[in-house]
């Protein structure tokens, strides 16, 4: 590790320099499936932030007990288990999102995403560092679906978070909910990111 | 940065310990969310039956009659909703496999003619803003006041009388299937009674 | 007949990449080159039928028995995971041809969310049938290949295109891919 960064660093490459979901293309999953709606793409968003930082701090904390050669799976039982949790919190006490989301709520498990920043920054750094850089990823994460969600609401059912401007039979963009209007959003999206960060 | 050696002994350990402690938890917030999970299944149910049904003041959910049928897994749920212990309405749940992704249950709730008051969707994972649309007031309303043995519950792409939902006809051929399941369970109960 | 149905959903209708949102990171990933993107659709049909056969068996005959349901989740990612250790040793001392082919990509679809994805669909397929479970999981192989070949194609010719510097990269691809799910929406009044 060449250059340390300051902790102020640390968090922000998340949100912008290495946006998980414009810049690394992790999560892609989520980031097309779910975000029909704002309310969706933020409570993903906050499920997997959730995940990322427990998995991130229990990876740092044990990352000395572990053995190289079974990293891998220990991470893996690790990050699965949080999001079993996750799972039964949202299906006992959030019973709407945990329908909305449905297959995607497991599917957090294969998020390289997680996986990713457990095998590539909390085995090898500090629990604050760790603490951070998973706040840094997972609100850049949740930015961004967030972003996705919102922008095909508001085109495709003329509502944001549910609140809607435009009258129940009017005509909207209802391509925009459908499967081709998540790929062509985050498309228009990613361009739209890559010329702002790059201004910056 | 000292990690442990990747000995046969240290990897099966570790693995066992981190599965050992990943079971004890997810165990333990099984126990804890048990309780509210079924509350909260037990409240939908009783919205649901206050929506599908007219006002009642007996207990619906404890006087639930199960009935055994080939055609779904678990025992059906059949309410008997009174007023003043006079009947006013059955809320039957019926359900289907076949939605596009697998299973849509639906509270159906039959005034004494035999007429549909009104519907409640409870479970499904439809595809969103097409098969989800089958919650939408749009859908439901035509479904309302009418009777399964003259209005036929197929979309009309089937011969049925029902509008289906635009690009869910899957989702559509299953919430009538649902949907009929409950009216024949429903005339089944009431003949019985007679 | 029921089969019929299920293929024709599986590759067109609910296409497991276009429709479903799922395996959208070897889509984008390994699909640049049309060779690259058969090796890795035979490694996916591989895997994902062998983990749906076996996460299913598990689903019904212990997980459902005992009440631990709610251990699907973990239980199923660390099937995958060992099957996949498994086949590589496996393909290594049986097929060493086979396994120069498919080798590289079976470590990349542990995390396929497909894989876990049709393992977990498969459940709610009518109960008790192992066979159209096993049939479920070929099928949304195929139409992963399908997408992904198809994809594949299109961007080989895309190298050659002249595009604003801005689309370049990944926002053509989410594009053409975008383009690509609208044309299988045109299947959803097949079944």
């Known amino acids: ?200 | ?194 | 007949m029921d089969y019929i149905i299920i293929l024709i959903a599986a590759v067109f209708v609910n296409n497991i990449v276009l429709s479903q949102f799922l395996g959208i990171c070897p889509f984008l990933g390994v699909s640049n080159k049309v060779s690259t993107s058969v090796g890795m659709s035979g490694a996916v049909l591989f895997v994902m039928t062998i983990a749906t056969l076996a996460t299913y068996l598990l689903h019904q005959f212990v997980l459902v028995p005992s009440g631990l349901d709610y251990l699907r989740t973990i239980t199923f990612i660390l099937v995958i995971a060992a099957l996949v250790q498994m086949v590589e040793i496996i393909l290594k001392k049986v097929s060493p041809p086979l396994y120069q082919a498919l080798g590289v990509f079976l470590p990349l679809i542990t995390t396929n969310c497909a894989v876990l994805g049709v393992a977990i669909l498969a459940l709610g397929l009518e109960s008790g049938s192992l066979l159209k479970a096993v049939f479920f999981a070929i099928a949304n192989s195929i139409g992963f290949a399908l997408a992904l070949i198809v994809f594949a194609s299109i961007r080989e010719q895309l190298e050659l295109a002249e595009l604003p510097k801005g689309m370049k990269g990944v926002p053509i691809n989410l594009l053409v891919a975008g383009l690509l799910s609208l044309a299988f929406l045109g299947f959803t009044g097949l079944v």
């Not at chain 1, 079993?84 to 390289?112: D, K, S």
């Not at chain 2, 004494?112 to 859908?139: A, C, R, W």
């Open chain 2, 1 to 194: 940065m000292s990690k442990k050696e990747s000995t046969f002994l240290n990897m099966t350990m570790t693995l066992l310990v981190i599965t050992i402690a990943a079971g004890v938890s997810l165990g333990f917030i099984n126990d804890i969310t048990k309780g509210p999970k079924a509350k909260a299944k037990l409240e939908r149910k009783v919205n649901a039956l206050k929506q599908v049904l007219p006002e009642f003041n007996n207990n619906p959910v404890e006087q639930v009659k199960l009935i055994k049928s080939d055609k779904a897994k678990d025992s059906i749920e059949v309410y008997s909703g009174m007023m003043d212990d006079k009947p006013i309405g059955t809320a039957v749940i019926g359900s289907s496999e076949k939605g596009y992704s697998g299973l849509v249950k639906i509270m159906i709730g039959f005034n004494p003619d035999g007429s549909i008051k009104n519907i409640v969707v409870l479970e499904q994972k439809e595809t969103p803003g097409l098969g989800t649309k089958m919650k939408s007031d749009k859908f439901l309303r035509q479904f309302r006041g009418k009777k399964p043995s003259e209005f036929n519950l197929k979309p009309k792409k089937d011969g049925g009388d029902v509008d289906a939902l635009t690009g869910a006809t899957i989702t559509t051929r299953a919430f009538g299937e649902a949907t009929q399941m409950a009216y024949d369970v429903f005339v089944e109960t009431n003949q019985s009674k007679n």
């Open chain 1, 1 to 200: 590790m060449a250059e340390t960064l300051t902790q102020k660093e640390n968090f922000l490459k998340g949100i912008i320099k290495d946006n998980p979901v414009f810049v690394m293309l992790l999560g892609m999953c989520p980031a097309l499936g779910v975000t029909s709606s704002a309310f969706n793409g933020l409570g993903m968003g906050m499920a997997t932030l959730f995940v990322l930082l427990m998995s991130n701090i229990v990876v740092s904390l044990i990352k000395k007990q572990i053995p190289s050669k079974v990293r891998i799976p220990a991470f893996i039982i690790v990050i699965a288990s949080f999001v079993t949790i996750v799972e039964m919190v949202l299906e006992a006490f959030i019973p709407f999102l945990y329908e909305q989301l449905g297959i995607f709520i497991p599917l957090i498990v294969v998020n390289c995403l997680i996986l990713g920043r457990a095998e590539a920054f909390a085995s090898k750094n500090n629990l604050f560092s760790s603490i951070v850089d998973a706040l840094g990823m997972g609100i850049g994460f949740t930015i961004a679906l967030t972003a996705l969600g919102a922008v095909r609401e508001i085109l495709g059912s003329g509502s944001i978070f549910d609140f809607r401007f435009v009258s129940e039979d009017a005509s909207t963009f209802i391509l925009f909910i459908l499967p081709p209007g998540a790929f062509i959003a985050l498309a228009y999206l990613s361009v739209l990111f890559n010329k702002a960060s790059k201004t910056n």
